[in-house]
């Protein structure tokens, strides 16, 4: 009788803590331990016959499970394409700022940690329910009523200062220029930025901060304020994105 192997697996290193997270934690469900420990054994390159006999499962049982498991269409990788020219010089840039780093030279306590700013996208919407939810009951799943009414929308505006692991943040109703601004301002006369030699601000290409006229106006309100910009399409070098 022919041995079947098991569906070729190749697991990240995220991927195999997360399964072995499952498949030995005491408080997963019995399922979700079995099918964990299965797809781990079959990317060891267990055999389905081998991966039956060690978690005591028919062979079809395992046949069946690493067949659905083998579609994972929630996970994915994507990429973009560079059109920055300049992408290499202004992404270190960036990074030297995060090593305390300025134009070859370090920076030294008399210059404050670079604060970088998500680009003020982020909207915080209150709804609610037209009707009441009736919650769950012996025999009744909860019910929620599925239309709901818009209460407007906030804009969130942040800023991260990556060597004090501190966040400063603010609600606006709206973005642009002067929400941006006044984010500045209320991190600007705060120590220890306001008595600082220099503050770095590392912002993406937004409509509010972008290009020269950005960083004239910011160093007009604030001498010590300079204003680096992250390659266009590469906000995700702005550590406040993770």
């Given at each position: 009788?022919?041995?079947?192997?098991?569906?070729?697996?190749?697991?990240?290193?995220?991927?195999?803590?997360?399964?072995?997270?499952?498949?030995?934690?005491?408080k997963t469900p019995h399922q979700a331990r079995q099918?964990?420990?299965?797809?781990?054994?079959?990317?060891?390159?267990?055999?389905?016959?081998?991966?039956?006999?060690?978690?005591?499962?028919?062979?079809?049982?395992?046949?069946?499970?690493?067949?659905?498991?083998?579609?994972?269409?929630?996970?994915?990788?994507?990429w973009i394409f560079i059109t920055d020219p300049d992408?290499?010089?202004?992404?270190?840039?960036?990074?030297?700022?995060?090593?305390?780093?300025?134009?070859?030279?370090?920076?030294?306590?008399?210059?404050?940690?670079?604060?970088?700013?998500?680009?003020?996208?982020?909207?915080?919407?209150?709804?609610?329910?037209?009707?009441?939810?009736?919650?769950?009951?012996?025999?009744?799943?909860?019910?929620?009523?599925?239309?709901?009414?818009?209460?407007?929308?906030?804009?969130?505006?942040?800023?991260?200062?990556?060597?004090?692991?501190?966040?400063?943040?603010?609600?606006?109703?709206?973005t642009g220029i002067d929400p941006f601004m006044g984010?500045?301002?209320?991190?600007?006369?705060?120590?220890?930025?306001?008595?600082?030699?220099?503050?770095?601000?590392?912002?993406?290409?937004?409509?509010?901060?972008?290009?020269?006229?950005?960083?004239?106006?910011?160093?007009?309100?604030?001498?010590?304020?300079?204003?680096?910009?992250?390659?266009?399409?590469?906000?995700?070098?702005?550590?406040?994105?993770?």
């Amino acid at each position: 009788m022919p041995v079947y192997s098991a569906v070729p697996l190749e697991l990240t290193a995220a991927e195999r803590h997360r399964l072995k997270k499952m498949a030995y934690g005491h408080k997963t469900p019995h399922q979700a331990r079995q099918r964990a420990t299965i797809v781990l054994l079959a990317a060891r390159g267990r055999s389905n016959a081998q991966i039956a006999a060690e978690t005591h499962l028919h062979v079809d049982t395992v046949r069946r499970w690493l067949a659905q498991d083998a579609l994972k269409p929630w996970q994915y990788r994507s990429w973009i394409f560079i059109t920055d020219p300049d992408f290499r010089a202004k992404a270190q840039r960036v990074l030297d700022l995060y090593a305390r780093t300025w134009q070859g030279e370090p920076l030294g306590t008399s210059t404050s940690s670079a604060p970088t700013r998500r680009p003020p996208s982020r909207s915080i919407q209150a709804r609610c329910r037209c009707h009441p939810t009736l919650p769950p009951g012996r025999a009744r799943a909860m019910r929620v009523n599925h239309t709901y009414g818009r209460g407007g929308a906030l804009a969130y505006l942040a800023a991260y200062d990556v060597h004090a692991a501190q966040v400063s943040g603010r609600c606006e109703p709206t973005t642009g220029i002067d929400p941006f601004m006044g984010l500045i301002a209320q991190v600007m006369s705060q120590e220890p930025y306001a008595s600082a030699k220099r503050v770095f601000w590392v912002v993406d290409n937004g409509s509010s901060h972008r290009g020269k006229k950005a960083a004239a106006r910011l160093s007009a309100a604030f001498p010590n304020a300079i204003l680096v910009h992250t390659p266009v399409h590469a906000s995700w070098l702005n550590q406040i994105e993770i």
